[in-house]
């Protein structure tokens, strides 16, 4: 099978930078920390909403493909890092809390989306590249969660079972999915997930 000309999911790394920066604000941080609820407020409204989802995906990606950052962005995510780590260790009970209340939510998230998948595959296809962004958050806060030593036995069923699901809509494809510039950051033996597609219907 031939990846499409035109990737299926774009990732802007300015942007990612700009967003990692935004969500770190020591200020902002906190506030959110702090709040209970999962998406956070930015005042620059044209990026994405606050979630530690969010943070950990773009340090993730940002740090994988660091080489094609210049040096202007390399320094704020170093920023960024510090102010991140900073506050994590300053408020770690309200962190470990959030991080809980966020895998809780996304999964429930991705589960309404296999959902409407399943009764609705025309249009699975078309949706499953923007959606699978829960999958790879998911994943990244699993890794944390475990990492924090607070990933319940529930949590982590839970996640089998959602992949399982993943598996019954979507196959496997022979390549990258997302924007093929960040392929580097999502290797396929663990970012499976960005590697299938559900089945092409026909009309």
Known sequence: MVAPTKPLFDVDLNRDVRA???MT???T???YLYGTEVYGHLQDSSLPKLTLGGVLMRLHRLTALWERL???QQRTIQTAVQSFEAL???WAVHYEAKLLHELKSRQTALGQFLVESEETPRTARENYPSAIEKRVMLELLQDEAERLGVLDKDLKSSLTSLDNRIHRVAEKVDYFIWDSRVEGAYPRDKFWFLYLLPPQKKS
């Open 25 to 27: 604000e020591a200020e």
């Open 88 to 90: 994590r260790a300053e």
């Open 70 to 72: 210049t040096p202007a």
């Open 29 to 31: 941080l906190k506030r």
């Open 20 to 22: 990692l920066e935004a």
